[in-house]
Protein backbone atom coordinates (compact mmCIF):
# COMPACT_ATOMS: atom_id res chain seq x y z
CA UNK A 1 0.00 0.00 0.00
CA UNK A 2 1.13 3.64 -0.84
CA UNK A 3 1.94 5.95 2.27
CA UNK A 4 3.68 9.43 2.60
CA UNK A 5 5.15 9.81 5.83
CA UNK A 6 6.09 13.31 7.11
CA UNK A 7 7.92 12.77 10.70
CA UNK A 8 7.54 16.50 11.99
CA UNK A 9 4.56 17.43 12.71
CA UNK A 10 6.08 21.14 14.46
CA UNK A 11 9.14 22.41 13.00
CA UNK A 12 9.96 25.96 14.22
CA UNK A 13 12.95 28.35 12.58
CA UNK A 14 13.75 31.61 12.65
CA UNK A 15 13.42 34.16 10.01
CA UNK A 16 16.34 33.88 7.42
CA UNK A 17 17.23 30.46 8.39
CA UNK A 18 16.97 27.33 6.13
CA UNK A 19 14.11 25.35 6.14
CA UNK A 20 13.72 21.64 5.56
CA UNK A 21 10.38 19.84 5.47
CA UNK A 22 10.90 15.84 5.38
CA UNK A 23 8.71 14.11 3.30
CA UNK A 24 9.10 10.13 2.69
CA UNK A 25 6.85 7.83 0.36
CA UNK A 26 5.93 4.26 -0.26
CA UNK A 27 4.73 3.75 -3.53
CA UNK A 28 5.41 0.65 -5.86
CA UNK A 29 5.92 2.19 -9.22
CA UNK A 30 7.04 5.72 -10.73
CA UNK A 31 5.99 8.19 -8.05
CA UNK A 32 4.34 11.67 -8.40
CA UNK A 33 4.32 13.63 -5.80
CA UNK A 34 3.41 17.49 -4.52
CA UNK A 35 3.63 19.60 -1.99
CA UNK A 36 0.72 21.28 -0.25
CA UNK A 37 0.31 24.17 1.70
CA UNK A 38 -2.71 25.82 4.02
CA UNK A 39 -2.35 28.81 5.30
CA UNK A 40 -3.93 30.18 8.78
CA UNK A 41 -7.79 30.43 7.73
CA UNK A 42 -7.60 29.37 4.11
CA UNK A 43 -8.25 26.32 2.05
CA UNK A 44 -5.44 24.04 1.22
CA UNK A 45 -3.54 24.95 -2.10
CA UNK A 46 -0.55 23.07 -4.27
CA UNK A 47 2.60 24.90 -3.43
CA UNK A 48 5.03 22.64 -5.93
CA UNK A 49 4.64 19.16 -7.80
CA UNK A 50 8.16 17.14 -8.65
CA UNK A 51 7.35 17.02 -12.37
CA UNK A 52 7.50 20.62 -12.68
CA UNK A 53 10.97 20.91 -11.34
CA UNK A 54 9.71 24.60 -10.14
CA UNK A 55 11.18 26.86 -7.65
CA UNK A 56 7.58 28.82 -6.45
CA UNK A 57 8.01 31.11 -3.54
CA UNK A 58 11.49 30.12 -2.71
CA UNK A 59 10.64 26.77 -2.32
CA UNK A 60 11.93 23.65 -4.23
CA UNK A 61 11.52 19.93 -3.90
CA UNK A 62 13.61 16.98 -5.21
CA UNK A 63 12.42 13.78 -5.84
CA UNK A 64 14.95 11.02 -4.48
CA UNK A 65 13.78 7.66 -5.67
CA UNK A 66 17.11 5.86 -4.03
CA UNK A 67 15.88 7.56 -0.21
CA UNK A 68 12.10 7.67 -1.47
CA UNK A 69 12.21 11.32 -0.47
CA UNK A 70 10.97 14.05 -1.35
CA UNK A 71 12.00 16.86 1.37
CA UNK A 72 10.54 20.52 1.03
CA UNK A 73 13.52 23.39 0.91
CA UNK A 74 14.00 26.60 1.56
CA UNK A 75 17.39 28.45 1.83
CA UNK A 76 15.92 31.55 3.88
CA UNK A 77 12.74 31.43 5.84
CA UNK A 78 10.44 33.98 5.36
CA UNK A 79 7.24 34.84 8.14
CA UNK A 80 4.81 34.27 5.60
CA UNK A 81 6.03 30.92 5.15
CA UNK A 82 4.37 29.98 8.08
CA UNK A 83 1.45 27.63 7.59
CA UNK A 84 0.73 23.60 7.60
CA UNK A 85 2.78 21.35 4.78
CA UNK A 86 1.19 18.47 3.55
CA UNK A 87 3.42 16.20 1.09
CA UNK A 88 1.30 13.98 -0.94
CA UNK A 89 1.75 11.14 -3.27
CA UNK A 90 -0.84 10.53 -6.05
CA UNK A 91 -2.49 7.71 -6.75
CA UNK A 92 -2.22 5.64 -9.93
CA UNK A 93 -4.20 3.06 -11.31
CA UNK A 94 -7.36 5.27 -12.33
CA UNK A 95 -8.70 6.97 -9.25
CA UNK A 96 -5.79 9.78 -9.07
CA UNK A 97 -7.13 10.90 -6.09
CA UNK A 98 -4.52 11.91 -3.60
CA UNK A 99 -2.42 10.38 -0.52
CA UNK A 100 -1.59 13.26 2.08
CA UNK A 101 1.21 12.54 4.90
CA UNK A 102 0.10 14.17 8.34
CA UNK A 103 1.07 17.30 7.67
CA UNK A 104 4.02 19.07 9.31
CA UNK A 105 3.49 22.99 10.91
CA UNK A 106 5.92 25.04 10.03
CA UNK A 107 6.57 28.43 12.33
CA UNK A 108 8.76 31.06 11.56
CA UNK A 109 10.30 33.07 14.36
CA UNK A 110 10.77 36.42 13.90
CA UNK B 1 -8.04 30.77 -10.71
CA UNK B 2 -9.71 27.86 -10.64
CA UNK B 3 -11.96 28.07 -7.53
CA UNK B 4 -13.78 25.66 -5.87
CA UNK B 5 -16.58 26.53 -3.08
CA UNK B 6 -18.65 23.89 -0.75
CA UNK B 7 -21.84 24.61 1.07
CA UNK B 8 -22.46 24.35 4.39
CA UNK B 9 -19.35 25.55 5.98
CA UNK B 10 -20.10 24.31 8.92
CA UNK B 11 -23.48 22.02 10.13
CA UNK B 12 -24.88 20.18 13.32
CA UNK B 13 -27.22 17.76 13.17
CA UNK B 14 -28.76 14.86 15.30
CA UNK B 15 -27.74 11.71 15.02
CA UNK B 16 -29.58 9.01 12.60
CA UNK B 17 -30.05 12.44 9.92
CA UNK B 18 -29.12 12.66 6.85
CA UNK B 19 -27.21 15.50 5.91
CA UNK B 20 -26.05 16.91 2.07
CA UNK B 21 -22.56 18.49 1.66
CA UNK B 22 -22.03 20.69 -1.77
CA UNK B 23 -19.18 21.11 -4.06
CA UNK B 24 -19.00 23.28 -6.71
CA UNK B 25 -16.98 24.30 -9.12
CA UNK B 26 -17.21 28.16 -10.07
CA UNK B 27 -15.42 28.81 -13.15
CA UNK B 28 -14.32 25.96 -14.11
CA UNK B 29 -15.74 22.23 -15.43
CA UNK B 30 -14.67 19.22 -13.26
CA UNK B 31 -15.08 15.98 -14.67
CA UNK B 32 -13.61 14.56 -11.43
CA UNK B 33 -14.02 15.39 -8.05
CA UNK B 34 -12.53 13.90 -4.54
CA UNK B 35 -13.68 13.90 -1.35
CA UNK B 36 -11.62 13.86 1.87
CA UNK B 37 -11.79 13.57 5.34
CA UNK B 38 -10.29 15.04 8.19
CA UNK B 39 -9.99 14.20 11.25
CA UNK B 40 -8.90 16.33 14.26
CA UNK B 41 -5.09 16.26 14.21
CA UNK B 42 -4.94 13.85 11.59
CA UNK B 43 -4.10 14.02 7.81
CA UNK B 44 -6.83 14.13 5.01
CA UNK B 45 -7.75 10.66 4.03
CA UNK B 46 -9.28 10.16 0.47
CA UNK B 47 -12.74 8.69 0.80
CA UNK B 48 -14.18 8.59 -2.94
CA UNK B 49 -13.41 9.54 -6.52
CA UNK B 50 -16.50 11.64 -7.77
CA UNK B 51 -16.89 11.44 -12.10
CA UNK B 52 -19.77 13.26 -14.00
CA UNK B 53 -22.20 10.76 -14.81
CA UNK B 54 -21.29 7.66 -13.79
CA UNK B 55 -21.06 5.72 -10.15
CA UNK B 56 -18.20 7.27 -7.65
CA UNK B 57 -15.63 4.93 -7.18
CA UNK B 58 -15.23 4.48 -3.13
CA UNK B 59 -11.80 3.88 -1.06
CA UNK B 60 -11.69 1.00 0.71
CA UNK B 61 -13.04 0.97 4.36
CA UNK B 62 -15.85 3.64 3.05
CA UNK B 63 -19.42 2.47 2.59
CA UNK B 64 -20.99 3.52 -0.26
CA UNK B 65 -24.67 3.31 1.22
CA UNK B 66 -23.06 5.42 4.34
CA UNK B 67 -21.70 7.89 2.02
CA UNK B 68 -23.66 8.80 -1.23
CA UNK B 69 -22.03 10.87 -3.88
CA UNK B 70 -23.85 12.19 -6.69
CA UNK B 71 -21.94 14.33 -9.47
CA UNK B 72 -24.74 15.55 -11.57
CA UNK B 73 -23.56 18.27 -13.56
CA UNK B 74 -19.82 19.27 -14.43
CA UNK B 75 -19.71 21.93 -11.59
CA UNK B 76 -21.59 20.36 -8.87
CA UNK B 77 -21.06 17.05 -6.79
CA UNK B 78 -22.96 16.29 -3.57
CA UNK B 79 -21.43 14.08 -0.54
CA UNK B 80 -25.09 12.81 1.94
CA UNK B 81 -23.90 11.32 5.53
CA UNK B 82 -27.03 9.09 5.64
CA UNK B 83 -27.95 8.29 9.39
CA UNK B 84 -25.32 10.20 10.69
CA UNK B 85 -23.53 8.83 13.98
CA UNK B 86 -20.99 10.91 16.24
CA UNK B 87 -18.04 8.72 14.75
CA UNK B 88 -18.66 10.92 11.23
CA UNK B 89 -18.49 13.94 13.08
CA UNK B 90 -15.34 15.25 10.95
CA UNK B 91 -14.12 17.66 8.25
CA UNK B 92 -15.10 16.90 4.86
CA UNK B 93 -12.79 18.33 2.10
CA UNK B 94 -13.69 17.74 -1.75
CA UNK B 95 -11.29 19.04 -4.48
CA UNK B 96 -11.79 19.03 -8.45
CA UNK B 97 -9.94 18.86 -11.17
CA UNK B 98 -10.32 20.15 -14.90
CA UNK B 99 -9.87 17.82 -17.97
CA UNK B 100 -6.39 17.05 -18.79
CA UNK B 101 -5.44 19.36 -15.34
CA UNK B 102 -3.17 17.39 -12.70
CA UNK B 103 -3.81 20.25 -10.31
CA UNK B 104 -6.95 19.44 -7.98
CA UNK B 105 -8.35 22.44 -6.45
CA UNK B 106 -9.40 22.12 -2.75
CA UNK B 107 -13.23 23.32 -1.59
CA UNK B 108 -12.55 25.39 2.08
CA UNK B 109 -14.16 22.42 3.75
CA UNK B 110 -17.51 21.63 5.73
CA UNK B 111 -17.01 20.39 9.45
CA UNK B 112 -19.83 18.22 10.38
CA UNK B 113 -20.55 17.69 14.27
CA UNK B 114 -23.35 14.95 14.94
CA UNK B 115 -24.46 15.18 18.57
Known amino acids: AQRVTQPEKLLSVFKGAPVELKCNYS??????LFWYVQYSRQRLQLLLR??SRESIKGFTADLNKGETSFHLKKPFAQEEDSAMYYC????????????FGKGTHLIIQP | GAVVSQHPSWVICKSGTSVKIECRSL??????MFWYRQFPKQSLMLMAT?????????EQGVEKDKFLINHASLTLSTLTVTSAHPEDSSFYIC???????????FGPGTRLLVL
Open chain 2, 95 to 105: SARQPGVETQY
Open chain 1, 27 to 32: YSGSPE
Open chain 1, 50 to 51: HI
Open chain 1, 88 to 99: ALRNRGGADGLT
Open chain 2, 27 to 32: DFQATT
Open chain 2, 50 to 58: SNEGSKATY
